[in-house]
């Protein structure tokens, strides 16, 4: 929709409806859009891809926000409808699933993600996301099937996009199952599990205790202990 540079919005935050934390807004001509994505300097053509995917394949209001530094990806929204587009804990998403067992399986997935950029290098980064890819791909996960989609779910911040994927339960379960798998492939041992639970405390106090009890009753508790 818009190509941006920061002197020409304004930028500000408001307070999360049911969490502890604020909401970036951005503010052009008197419409107001939400971060969905941000992007590194060097990120240029992964940001400018995701935006395309967003406004061109999805139809999507977005705005591409140009800065020195990074490059950040906004969806259009109301901010009367701001509590009706974050999904509270329970909620149900589809077949029953609710939004937080994504959100909180997608906190996990990128904190294992990052540690393997972080200490591996690019190199492996990108060929641990061309194996995620495949179990998008193999499991069928809507929302993840095409690189611009593998790489939102791999960087946008779970807890501030407009909706999760709508993935089933049993989705949620394999994407656990590889995860923990490949972790193992990458790093050797067992040891990016405690990162990756970590990386649940971005959860409330609430949610984070809903979801550890969820896991500890799946099919994968042995695995994530």
């Known amino acids: 929709m818009f190509i941006l540079r920061r002197q020409d919005v304004e930028i500000s935050s408001i307070q999360h409806p049911r969490k502890d934390q604020k909401i970036p807004i951005l503010n052009y001509q008197s419409m107001t859009f939400r971060l969905l994505s941000v992007f590194q300097a060097h990120q240029e053509e992964d940001a400018r891809s995701l935006w395309r995917d967003l406004t061109d394949n999805q139809?999507?209001?977005?705005?591409?926000?140009?800065?020195?530094d990074r490059y950040s990806v906004w969806g259009k929204i109301r901010l009367d409808q701001l509590n009706s587009d974050?999904?509270?804990?329970g909620m149900p998403v589809q077949d029953g699933v609710s939004a937080l067992l994504i959100?909180?399986?997608?906190?996990?997935?990128?904190?294992?993600?990052?540690?393997?950029e972080d200490l591996m290098?690019?190199?492996?980064?990108?060929?641990?996301?061309?194996?995620?890819?495949?179990?998008?791909?193999?499991?069928?996960?809507?929302?993840?099937?095409?690189?611009?989609?593998?790489q939102q779910v791999l960087t946008a911040d779970p807890l501030n996009s407009l909706q999760p994927p709508p993935w089933r339960?049993?989705?949620?379960?394999?994407?656990?199952?590889?995860?923990?798998?490949?972790?193992?492939?990458?790093?050797?041992?067992?040891?990016?599990?405690?990162?990756?639970?970590?990386?649940?405390?971005?959860?409330?106090?609430?949610?984070?205790a809903a979801f550890l009890d969820w896991l500890s009753r799946s099919p994968v508790s042995n695995v994530w202990k």
């Open 103 to 116: 959100q909180a399986s997608l906190l996990m997935l990128q904190t294992t993600y990052l540690d393997i």
């Open 169 to 208: 339960e049993a989705q949620v379960i394999s994407l656990l199952q590889e995860l923990h798998r490949l972790g193992r492939a990458y790093f050797g041992n067992t040891g990016f599990v405690r990162n990756a639970l970590d990386a649940l405390q971005d959860l409330s106090s609430t949610e984070r």
């Open 59 to 68: 139809g999507k209001a977005c705005v591409l926000l140009e800065e020195p």
């Open 86 to 89: 974050i999904p509270p804990s």
């Open 121 to 150: 290098g690019a190199k492996q980064g990108n060929a641990f996301q061309r194996d995620i890819a495949g179990v998008f791909q193999k499991g069928k996960f809507q929302g993840a099937l095409t690189p611009d989609e593998v």
